[in-house]
């Protein structure tokens, strides 16, 4: 157990190498934009005072006293806009008839535009967007459920400083953004995506009641019920059309409750996925939709039918301001949208084009001035604004200040002749000033840490070089580990304490160069020692050691050229929209070169055998086809086809990428709730489902069962026995449900609708508990002189014949062990039961046929494995983890996900919950094991390409003609327990293995978004990549852990039972 306690020791040092090294290249990789903080004000030299033409206001005169803003969250442009050649039902499609009907008998009073969102498209960094005109980070999007309080200029603020009162009612995302800005607020938790009418209803209870009370200025209301109903069912579902309806009137009901000095807006924060989704950058989730209606005239530019302009969200808030007369926020990078300033009584723009264009010229220069002093004042924080550009800008701003003055001048002096076309040359000298800075600031806002970014390069090239360094002295077969390693050790602490105080308390400085240097020289000393590790050191390398074949190896130099192209691949974005194709190629070319080598020693094996026969034989046997069926090159042909067709299969599974264009999204992806106007396809489905599932359970306990590990009592067994047929009972009924209409779940008592994954969780908390407390499968029989009658039908002939033996026998006979040999082997498999149970709950009934493919595959990998490994051609360990590794990865993919944020299935964190968490810690754990599902369930499978050839296969006999089980010296994994150190050598070396190809992957997705940090897919493909790679590789890295840990504790188990087993 100390040697044991000593590698788990080594491997945490390891990780913790690379963590260090993830997180400092994240801190400056993902970093937060340079924050201004200072607040617009009234006082400013560029307002005129002629501008508020007598009326109330700063900068502008104020149209209007009151704004009401409903924020219907995703709300698709698709769901607002009236398609009059639409002559199919579709659910989300013409269901807001109200925007339709004020369009079109109020041309002049309302508007709706295309409302572009920026990336990422999840809710919290929309809001900031939308409050403040300014621009989220990337890393923002990982505080989506954990607000903070905003502290920049917002418009939000600044209608409190002017002394007006906010009522707020909807989503409690706003109540940790503006915590105490509301004289009233109606908070709902808004997480719970299952829930499609909390939030609503508690909004639509008291938002007319509240406007009639005519006490506010602002009235704000948040609705969540569209959003939940994609998330949950996506926009075809006849619940979408319900939504929509419900907002249709919801609409109607605030206009008519609307006075001459309101405006109204009712926006979409973004739009969603044709599966419901959002979070990242397609046209579907940007593209939401901007209505603004008023009693009163709105605009002199008439509504053009089937022809919508398209304006960004950061137009938002210099537009709300200025139509409420209060200052533009001091950040913002939006343009006022110009042809709301068209119109204004009191200057009498309705019968004058030249008034129309200068009123919306005076707004687009006061937005142009509050842009040019927040770049003034970036200056001062910040050197990323090409200085260069700046001054162009500032040259084309000067020329239209002095064009317009001149206008005026010449206005006044030779009346209008041509002045309508010159205010539109000004005023398109102020829209492209506004556009080029919004465009040169997006370059630039995000400042990238270069020295912070390659310190994590090198602390990972580091991490890389003592994972192989670890796995040189797995060979090392003393009875302690090198001294070298204490050295490495020491050094490495050294170089990690430096390198994390450089990057997270120092920053940039000159220090920062020491610290690379310093790395530098690390890493070349640990190169050294690699190198260095030879036969003529004191060092003693096991040249009977199997488990690890050389170079020579075929499979072994493919799986080292599969890790560095999934290394290089990183490179390209092509390769990585693709990766679920390049995977699936790379395990499927895997796959068969483990098959063919085998393939190659079979018919070696048996020309050698033939030709043996042939000499003894005189006279030639008719042909028999079931001989050459039987065949055992013709069994491991046929085993191979079957091994690639499930692989292939897996491919169904997959979840489309925006760019993946010929993807079409597989009906198993879809919930079954969406099914129901498909009664014979989603009946189709889910007895399928079923049947994968029974298969799944049989197949687990057919191999317990064969392995003789299903007899007795103990803990592990009564749950193959009874727990997992009961969970699996649970899982299948709570997929049933889930496949009832809306309304009829929705109407269940929550104790109903989670009473079923809740049995599941406890069942599989008590299958864990119990392998945790005795992982032995074993059965003893005491072959004793005790009666044993079997049969009462011959009772008497039963007795005299025991009674006979046992007078005749003078010893003991020995007893009868179940399941000693593979005690190991069965332990894992029932560790493997329950992963396969809790994440086939979490992923759903849809992808319970992939779970299925994963045992599968699993299966007839370890038989190949274990074929070559009778034929006395064990495959290396360094192959069959990699072949394991690149299976995760493929099965991420089928498993519904892909490294962008819009995939990640939030549903998932509500499996057996009602939604409203006091903590966000088991939502995020239950995401998580659904996202990486596939890599969980791979490490608690690794074992067996270590166990599974002593356990002696299943197929062994039919391919490789030889079964070890027959020889009588066989012991199975037995002689694991007889070879401590073995074990845990082989153990250790196994992670270390695991470590480094996904340490490979991790400084492939690292290096890429380092070299691609200014590329134009860097936020779409590159930093969603590292991402999910970093999670990634603390999933193998924790799993590998807890596993190394429990084969600990089953060898701990074993060693305890054989000394009661001896004393007895």
Aim: glycine fraction near 4%.
């Amino acid at each position: 157990m100390a040697l044991g306690l000593k590698y788990v020791c080594l491997l945490l040092f390891l990780i913790s190498i690379y963590v260090i090294g993830i997180f400092i290249f994240a801190k400056g990789f993902l970093l937060k934009r340079v924050v201004i903080e200072k607040n617009s004000t009234c006082a400013v030299d560029f307002a005129h005072q002629s501008d508020l033409h007598g009326g109330a206001g700063c900068w502008m005169h104020g149209r209007y006293k009151r704004a009401i803003i409903i924020v219907i969250d995703a709300m698709k442009f698709d769901f607002m806009r009236y398609d009059n050649e639409s002559h199919q039902e579709i659910p989300y499609k013409n269901k807001m008839t109200v925007i339709n009907h004020l369009l079109t008998i109020k041309p002049l009073n309302a508007k709706l535009y295309k409302f572009m969102a920026d990336p990422p498209t999840t809710t919290l960094q929309r809001l900031k967007g939308l409050t403040t005109g300014s621009l989220p980070t990337f890393v923002d999007a990982g505080a989506n459920f954990a607000s903070s309080e905003i502290t920049e200029d917002n418009f939000i603020d600044q209608l409190i400083k002017q002394g007006k009162v906010i009522k707020f009612m909807g989503d409690d995302t706003w109540m940790g953004l503006y915590p105490a800005r509301f004289r009233k607020a109606f908070p709902f938790p808004s997480f719970n995506v299952k829930d499609l009418h909390t939030v609503d209803n508690g909004i639509l209870d008291n938002l007319v009641p509240q406007l009639r009370m005519r006490d506010w200025d602002i009235t704000i209301a948040h609705f969540l019920g569209v959003d939940h109903c994609g998330h949950r069912y996506g926009p075809d579902h006849p619940a979408m059309a319900e939504k929509l309806s419900q907002m249709n009137d919801m609409i109607k009901n605030v206009t008519k409750e609307m006075d001459s000095d309101t405006v109204l807006f009712v926006l979409g924060d973004h739009g969603m996925t044709r599966t419901g989704d959002h979070g990242g950058d397609s046209q579907d989730e940007l593209e939401a939709g901007l209505f603004i209606y008023s009693p009163d005239q709105l605009t002199s530019v008439p509504n053009t039918p089937d022809q919508y302009k398209s304006v960004s969200q950061k137009d938002f808030v210099p537009t709300i301001s200025l139509l409420l007369g209060i200052p533009i926020p001091f950040s913002n990078l939006g343009q006022v949208i110009t042809d709301l300033f068209t119109y204004c009584s009191s200057w009498k723009t309705g019968s004058s084009p030249i008034k129309q264009s200068f009123h919306s010229v005076k707004a687009l220069r006061l937005n142009a001035h509050q842009i040019n002093m927040y770049l003034q004042e970036y200056f001062q924080h910040s050197s990323d604004f090409p200085i260069q550009m700046y001054y162009q800008l500032k040259s084309v701003l000067d020329t239209a200040e002095m064009e317009l003055n001149s206008l005026l001048t010449v206005l006044v002096r030779d009346g209008d002749h041509n002045m309508e076309e010159k205010l539109k040359n000004v005023k398109d000298k102020y829209i492209y000033y506004i556009d080029e800075v919004r465009r040169t600031a997006e370059g630039v806002w995000a400042k990238f840490d270069i020295m912070s970014m390659c310190t994590g390069v090198l602390t990972l090239c580091l991490a890389l070089c003592v994972n192989v360094y670890f796995i040189k002295i797995s060979f090392w077969w003393k009875k302690d580990v090198p001294s070298t390693v204490v050295i490495v050790f020491l050094v490495s602490l050294v170089y990690l304490a430096f390198a994390m105080f450089q990057s997270f308390f120092i920053g940039e400085s000159k220090s920062a160069i020491m610290v690379f240097v310093m790395g530098n020289f690390l890493v070349f000393g640990v190169a050294l020692l690699i190198f260095n590790f030879k036969d003529n050191n004191p060092v003693i390398l096991n040249k009977r050691e199997n488990f690890c074949i050389g170079f020579e190896s075929t499979e072994f130099l493919f799986a080292v050229v599969v890790a560095f192209f999934m290394f290089v691949t990183y490179f390209s974005n092509s390769y990585v929209v693709y990766d679920d194709s390049v995977c699936l190629y790379l395990l499927q070319s895997m796959s068969w070169i483990l098959s063919l080598s085998t393939l190659k020693h079979i018919l070696c094996q048996f020309e050698t055998s033939a030709e043996s026969k042939i000499k003894k034989q005189k006279t030639p046997k008719n042909f028999d086809i079931m001989r050459v069926l039987t065949h055992p090159a013709l069994v491991l042909i046929f085993l191979t086809l079957a091994w690639s067709l499930f692989l292939r299969l897996s491919s169904t599974f997959r979840v489309c990428r925006e760019e993946q264009h010929q993807c079409e999204l597989s009906i198993f992806l879809q919930p079954l709730g969406n099914l129901n106007d498909q009664e014979s396809l989603k009946n189709m489905r889910y007895f399928f489902t079923l049947i994968c599932l029974f298969l799944m359970v049989c197949l687990l306990r057919k191999v317990m069962k064969d392995f003789g590990n299903l007899n007795g009592s103990s803990p592990p067994v009564m749950g193959m026995s009874y727990l997992l047929p009961a969970s699996a009972l649970f899982c299948a009924l709570h997929w049933a449900l889930q496949g009832l209409p809306q309304k009829s779940l929705d109407n269940l008592p929550l104790w109903q609708q989670v009473f079923l994954p809740r049995a599941v969780y406890v069942l599989v908390a008590v299958f864990l508990v119990l392998i945790l407390y005795d992982p032995l499968c074993i059965y003893v029989v005491l072959r004793s002189r005790k009666l044993m009658v079997e049969n009462d039908k011959e009772l008497i002939p039963n007795i005299y014949h025991q009674l006979k033996e046992n007078l005749g026998e003078k010893e003991e006979k020995p007893p009868l062990v179940y399941g000693l040999a593979t005690s190991f082997t069965a332990a894992v498999v029932a560790m493997v039961t329950v992963a396969m149970v809790l994440l086939g709950l979490l992923l759903g009934d849809g992808l319970m046929p992939s779970l299925l493919l994963v045992i599968l595959s699993v299966f007839f990998c370890l038989e190949v494995i274990a074929i070559k490994d009778t034929l006395n051609q064990p495959v290396s360990l360094w192959t069959s983890v990699v072949y394991i590794s690149v299976l995760a990865s493929v099965f991420f993919y089928a498993t519904g996900h892909q490294t962008t944020i819009s995939s990640i299935r939030w549903e998932s964190a509500f499996v057996g919950l009602h939604g409203d968490f006091s903590s966000n810690i088991l939502p995020a754990i239950l995401i998580h094991l659904n996202t990486f599902a596939s890599y969980v369930l791979a490490i608690i499978i690794c074992p067996l390409i270590m166990l599974w050839p002593k356990a002696g296969g299943f197929l062994t006999k039919s391919v490789a003609g030889v079964n070890r089980k027959e020889n009588t010296d066989w012991i199975g994994d037995f002689c694991f327990h007889d070879d401590k150190k073995t074990f845990r050598m082989l153990m250790f070396r196994m992670c270390l293995y695991s470590f480094a190809f996904q340490g490979i992957k991790v400084l492939g997705s690292v290096l890429a978004a380092l070299l691609h940090r200014r590329h134009l897919m860097v936020w779409k493909i590159f930093a969603p990549r590292f991402v999910f790679e970093a999670m990634t590789t603390f999933t193998v890295f924790s799993m590998s852990i807890l596993m190394f840990m429990f084969m600990l504790r089953i060898d701990l188990a074993l060693t305890k039972w054989v000394k009661n087993f001896q004393r007895k």
